[in-house]
């Protein structure tokens, strides 16, 4: 089983969960609402889940293998990563040029200064 899209939906600059990504396997399965999350030790994923009646959430579905868990989670957090990056370099630049306006007086002088 490869991944062959990973696409995130969602960014959130603050909390504990910092986005919402959907993986795609082989073109033709998708599993959404995979969570990012940023805990004490680092980021990492959470797959889609629901609450149980006593208060437990459980997964919807997740990987068998060790190793799924390890790719899915470097191609989410890889694509996670990529995709903050490009949100931070399309913000614009604040302005440090400073255009100001000066209007002539009617005695030929400018401003408000008074000469001594």
Partial sequence: MEITDVRVRKIYP????RGIVSVTF???FV???IKVIEGQNGFFIAMPSRKTP???FKDICHPIASE?????????L??????VAEKEASK???STDLEVDYEE?????SGDWEDS
């Fill in 92 to 94: 614009p630049e604040p």
């Fill in 31 to 33: 599993v959404h609402d």
């Fill in 14 to 17: 603050n909390g504990k969960m």
């Fill in 68 to 76: 799924m868990r390890q790719l899915m989670q470097t191609s989410v």
């Fill in 105 to 109: 007086m009617g005695d030929g002088t």
């Fill in 54 to 56: 006593d208060g437990e």
């Fill in 26 to 28: 082989d073109d033709v």
């Fill in 78 to 83: 890889d694509a996670y990563y990529k995709a």
